[in-house]
């Protein structure tokens, strides 16, 4: 069984290659978004510099898993976007760690976004959702046009 422990997203990650440990950037919890007033109602793709990182890791530390995960994104107007899917392993390793690097970002007016992880082990069909963070999306207006 594979355990979600947590996931940030940030604006970038450090790995200490000395020590192993991960040191997170910037955490963001708010994306401004700069848009001409028409524009402002329209659902767009924006452009993001991010990283979610996660760690997960094995239920129980005796016992190897592997299964995937997926990266959904609910707009504020509660579309749904699948993501990437990822290989999780944890049949060599007791814990894995994921570094995402978004350049893009589906926004479909201002609001409250979701990002979620999806699991799918590797016995199972179906997905289930292991954790879901927040994003408020604020749209500043602009005379850009």
Excluded at 124 to 137: A, G
Aim: hydrophobic letters at 45%; one cysteine or more; glycine letters at 4%.
């Amino acid at each position: 069984m594979i355990h979600h422990v947590w996931s940030v997203l940030c604006e970038r990650s450090f790995l200490n290659k000395e020590t192993n440990n991960l040191s997170l950037i910037e955490a963001v919890e708010q994306i401004n978004v700069a848009l001409p007033v028409a524009a402002a109602e329209a659902t767009k793709e924006v452009a993001v510099s991010l990283e979610l990182t996660s760690l997960w890791s094995r239920a129980d530390l005796a016992v190897g898993a592997f299964g995937h995960a997926r990266l959904v994104v609910w707009t504020a107007s509660g579309a749904r976007r699948i993501g990437s899917e990822t290989l999780i392993d944890l049949r060599e390793y007791r814990r894995w760690r994921m570094r995402s690097t978004m350049t893009s970002f589906p926004v479909s007016g201002p609001g409250l976004h979701w990002m979620a992880y999806e699991l799918k082990l590797s016995d199972e069909e179906t997905w289930r959702e292991v954790t879901r963070l927040p994003v408020e999306v604020v749209f500043l207006p602009s005379d850009i046009t």
